[in-house]
């Protein structure tokens, strides 16, 4: 299996345009997780999805990102409008099942690198 | 609240036995994971527990205790590879998985 395929591995753009980050989750896993990971405040989750259907979007920082998951092998995570403070690694994980005890082990995808000028 | 604490840095030599200890307080438990992240890379999956005692795989073990809301890593006979930053992330009874600031370690020759 090719793993969790994310895109793109890097994104440079400027305050206020949207961003559109995206993931491929791997075949037959039925759980993916949205996590942004910056050295100040480590690896956080943002939204999650079992089924293709948002289960806790709390992590959410505000309205500006948005998460769809329109089929079981893709999903986006959207930021409009953009903000420096956005700036981080934004990694997508999937998982067999989610709970799922040794099951709920995640595999993340290499991420993407955003930086919000 | 979540809260899980890991020392944020440690060092250790190579070929020596290193422990990397993880504290929680969580609503509820339903399992502790170790991830292992090198440096610009993704997390990868280290271990697992859910129940009190040692898991064994290798050079790595992971213990907990629920009683006491503790967990390790132990990694023996480091290697320069195992330079990198340690996760330790709890589910609690919300079904999030949360994750620590982690510990990076650095293995000197």
């Known amino acids: 299996d090719a793993g969790v395929i994310q895109s793109p591995r890097h994104e440079v753009t400027e305050m206020g345009q949207e961003v559109t980050l995206r993931c491929k989750p791997i075949s037959g896993h039925n759980s993916l997780f949205w996590y942004r990971q910056t050295m100040m405040r480590g690896l956080e989750l943002l939204i999650y999805f079992n089924n293709n259907v948002p289960i806790d979007d709390s992590g959410m920082p505000e309205d500006r990102f948005s998460a769809k998951m329109p089929n079981a092998s893709f999903s986006t995570l959207k930021i409009q409008p953009s903000e420096p403070r956005d700036s981080a690694v934004y990694f997508c994980?999937?998982?067999?099942?989610?709970?799922?005890?040794?099951?709920?082990?995640?595999?993340f995808g290499s991420g993407t690198q955003l930086s919000v000028l | 609240g979540q809260n899980i604490d890991q020392p944020t840095e440690m060092t250790a030599t190579e070929g020596a036995i290193v422990q990397i200890n993880c504290t929680y307080q969580?609503?509820?438990?339903?399992?502790l994971f170790w991830y292992q992240q090198h440096a610009g890379e993704a997390p990868t999956f280290l271990s697992y527990n859910v129940l009190d005692g040692l898991e064994e795989k290798g050079r790595f073990s992971s213990f907990l205790s629920r009683s006491k809301g503790y967990s390790y890593l132990l990694l023996k006979e480091l290697q320069m590879k195992d330079s990198a930053s340690y996760l330790c992330a709890v589910v609690g009874n919300t079904g999030k998985l949360i994750f620590g600031q982690g510990t990076t370690l650095q293995v000197k020759p």
């Open positions: 969580t609503s509820g438990f339903n399992g």
């Open positions: 994980a999937s998982s067999l099942s989610w709970p799922g005890g040794r099951n709920e082990k995640l595999f």
